[in-house]
């Protein structure tokens, strides 16, 4: 099962690392996918989609500064996000405040625009699609990536905010938060003096000493930046 799981992984990154360097060469490749795909129903307007990232990147925000809420139990790379989704699509009433540590003056004269939302559309979160096509409340790194996200470039000036960079390293993927002033990930290990959070200045992460993990093009284990499925642009 896992020699299958790891082979379907590499098949998919080969063919996705090949579509990326066509792309510019085959716009009518591109033509035929706009054509073909069904547009989702639930997808977020622009300005959905603006307040969205807003709310998505406070949230993680909040998790870093003030460590993670006992609500946010998957603690790794894939939970961090799912979990940050989960909470923006939600209503951030007083209630919603107060069970994130919201309530100070500083946090509540500086919050986002509200979303407003279809009851379809807060349940994005509960619908993850899985490798194997089925969809549920939990999705891999992997799966996020590939069923779930859009590639948007390798130039992670192409970023914006809540979008996802993805890197590979053989046997396990990991998956970082652009922030815009910094990027946040989850090591995916807890202990109880180390939450497994870490927030890193995009100019150190350019010159990481393991350079396995440099957002750059010219790294093979940098797959590129993504961005989830339901925003637009």
Sequence with gaps: MLRTIAVTRRIWLARAA????????????????????????????????????????R??????RRGPTPRWTQRDCAGLVRFAVGETLKP???KWLRANGMTSLADTSSMPPELQLSASQRGIANRWTQLDGSTGAYASAIALIQRNSRFVSKDVNQALPGDLLFFDQGDDQ???????????YHTGTVTPTDTGLRAVAVSDLMQWKDSRWQPLDGN???????RLDFLTP
Aim: net charge negative; aromatic share 14%; proline share 7%.
């Design 92 to 94: 951030h009433d007083s």
């Design 18 to 57: 090949s579509a990326f360097a066509m792309a510019s060469l085959a716009p009518y490749a591109n033509a035929l996918t706009t054509a073909t795909a069904s547009p989702d129903p639930d997808a977020l307007s622009p300005q959905q989609s603006a307040a969205f990232r807003a709310w998505f990147v």
């Design 174 to 184: 990991h998956l970082m938060i652009w922030l815009d002033r910094y990027i946040a």
């Design 59 to 64: 949230i993680v925000d909040q998790q870093m």
């Design 220 to 226: 093979p284990n940098f797959v590129g930046v993504f």
